[in-house]
């Protein structure tokens, strides 16, 4: 159970605003989806024979007897919105989401049962340009968040027709070393060997290296598409390195892959993974539409931020110290006054001494802590102390006290 405590998220809001602002920036609409769906959903979009579909679903039944389970990606979900609401047919729509997704792993660092992502997809256009534009908004955006050290990959898997024939070629050659394929590989080898070449285990390393290459097997047209993929991401001075063994962990992906990895983030690299699944619409019930997304893994790139300097972002900027039981209704009332002011105020309750009441005032991250003891009531009065300058404090009258915090705080 992976909780996010309060410092923790203001650095998620900080991530998710500017993504918020990068995205719009490109004309991506955000939509929202339940984080369940029926089964049998997932089952044929990912992929019955994948390892998400296989062994880490959240999936139980309801009193209907109606088998479901808890979204492991949005695609899929994103997909049947788009379908339902009659938004995909004949129409270039461009969205995003985010929120949790559930897989059953074992957990450990970077990899969560409950984990968040921010995903787009953007249907209707089949060429490489959209492709291209989904990458340059993932530079734009690592840009804006100060996050180097990314390096891209890309791929084509082409059509599936050309899959299947690479499927056999690949097949024979891992046969040829059978005796050395690790349990999850000899699994994989008669339902989706395309899989193996996914595999992080270092011993299969060797075996994946040898392994034929899917790009001998491309069709005319999506070996053109990688071309103009490849020209049109040189042209805008994009690095990026071709791997040939990038397959996706989705059955629904079709020619363009790509995924953006971190060597800061150990074993769990990968920050950003997508492509196109040009027939995913059709698959799940909808008129064709050539689609292409991709999705980023919030904790993973969460740990690539550089840590914020300074107060959280919404610290309060005022601490109102109440002295004394007579004290607390004119408090609140201060305090109200304030936020009317548009001021972050954090109001003392529950009592306690003057010095307990500072020393919380400080740890609050407010700037000024005011002090309102009876003294000062009966002055409609209120004592200013400012908390990040030297000692000594001020007397400032009610009616004033607003201005005069907005004047310093500016
Ligand atoms: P991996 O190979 O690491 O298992 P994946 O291929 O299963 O990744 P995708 O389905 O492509 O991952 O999801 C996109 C991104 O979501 C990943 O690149 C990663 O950042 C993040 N992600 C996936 N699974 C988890 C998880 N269990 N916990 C945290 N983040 C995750
Ligand atoms: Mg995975």
Redesign the pocket.
Known sequence: MNDLLPDAVERWQRIEGVARAVLAAYGYREIRFPVVEKTELFARSIGSLT??VEKEMYTFEDSNHESLTLRP?GTAGCVRAGIENGLLHNQVQRFWYGGP?F?H?RPQK????Q?H?IGVEAFGMEGPDVDVEQILMCVRLWRALGVDGLTLQINSLGTPAARAAYRKVLVRYLETRRAELDADSLRRLDKNPLRIL?S?NPAMQDVIAGAPELAAHLDDESRAHFAQLRALLDGAGVRYEVNPRLV???DYYTRTVF?WASERLGA?S????GGRYDGLVELLGGRPAPAAGF???L??LVELLSPPAGAPANAPQVYLALIGTSVVEPGLKLAESLRDLGLRVECNCGGGSLTAQIKRADRSGARFALLLGQEEHEQHAVAVKDLRAGAGQELVGLAAVGDYLRRKLA
Do not use: T
């Open positions: 390892d998400i990606e997704m897989r792993e970077g990899r969560y049962r984990f992502q996914d992080k996706r962990g989705l995924e769990q990968a920050v950003c993974a999705a980023l893994g904790e993973r």
